[in-house]
């Protein structure tokens, strides 16, 4: 029993980053724009949320720099790809490669050293819910369990929420399908994909956070590991519906929860380079083979330009 509450705790923490930077892809694709920077969002996140925790020693403010960072950067995204109509995966690229360069020029700037951070002296610990934690499994399950992951699964709702049930989530829909259709009956095209983006930054910057302040409580290069580009399939595989991101989430989660506990559940035997490649394989199996023929928004990745026919 003991094993099976630890994969699943495991599970929900490795899935919590994912969830969040997916969600976050979700409402920029159902805007109309790919946002490929995920994965450079959230190594901004992981930076600047360590950075401002170690000078302030509250986590919580360390978490509010790391969403922030995150919406400056899609910012980034959004001017080149909705202003200028930019190659939107050109420009995706270019801010992953310039959010890895320029953390690491301030590691060494702040703190003098590469690789990694100092580890900060407040994080966000796991702990139990207190009217459950006396309860056998539940107890133990959540004493294993940050607060990330419960904003996870309330993320997951209120975007659910606000995508199908409210007007704002009608339009952003409406300007992911048809932006030309949208723009006809007054609905801001523009002003619609930056708000997406924005709220695609903050979620991914969030995600960042999550890593840094929430798993190991330092910043290191190269620490999202291409989370990133699996929150980008999830919202593939997820059918860019934050409930089918979230359950795309939770299976990766689990690939990942498996190679932590290979030696337990008697997969020791494997290669080490073999366990640590099964996340990725679960990738490229997930959207090879059960993916398929799966549509996104009829203009996603596609720049609008207002009078054109």
């Given amino acids: ?10 599970t929900l923490r490795l899935a919590t980053p994912l969830i969040f930077a997916s969600l976050g892809g979700v409402f920029s694709e159902r805007s109309g724009v790919v946002n490929i920077a995920l994965e450079g969002i959230m190594i901004n996140g992981a930076f600047f949320s360590i950075l401002a925790t170690e000078f302030t020693d509250i986590p919580f403010i360390g978490v509010i720099a790391a969403m922030i960072s995150g919406i400056l950067t899609s910012l980034i995204l959004a001017y080149f790809a909705i202003h200028l109509k930019a190659n939107q995966v050109v420009v995706g690229t270019a801010i992953n490669l310039l959010a890895a360069s320029f953390t690491a020029y301030l590691l060494e700037l702040i703190w003098h050293r590469s690789g990694q951070t100092n580890p900060v002296k407040h994080a966000i610990k796991a702990h139990p819910i207190p009217f459950i934690e006396n309860i056998p499994i539940l107890g133990d399950l959540t004493s294993q369990l940050t607060v990330f992951v419960y904003l996870a699964f309330i993320a997951v709702i209120i975007s659910y929420y606000v995508l199908y049930k409210t007007p704002f989530g009608l339009r952003v829909r409406s300007v992911g ?25 903050a979620l991914a910057g969030l995600a960042g956070a999550t890593l840094s302040l929430g798993t190991v409580r330092l910043f290191k290069e190269g620490m999202t590991a291409g989370k990133g580009f699996i929150a980008l399939a999830a919202v593939i595989f997820g059918k860019w519906h934050p409930i089918g991101a979230m359950l795309a989430c939770l299976f990766f989660g689990f690939t990942e929860a498996l190679k932590i506990q290979s030696s337990a559940i008697g997969l020791g035997f494997l290669p080490s380079e073999l366990l640590n490649a099964i996340p990725y394989i679960a ?3 997930a959207l090879a083979g059960f993916v398929g023929k799966a549509v996104g928004p009829a203009a996603s990745g596609e720049s609008y330009e207002k009078g054109d026919k």
């Fill in 1 to 10: 029993m003991l094993l099976v509450i630890a994969i699943i705790a495991a």
């Fill in 177 to 201: 399908e048809h932006p030309r259709a949208a723009d006809t009956v007054g609905i801001n095209v523009y002003k619609i994909r930056y708000k997406c983006v924005m709220i695609s930054g």
């Fill in 283 to 285: 990738t490229i199996l």
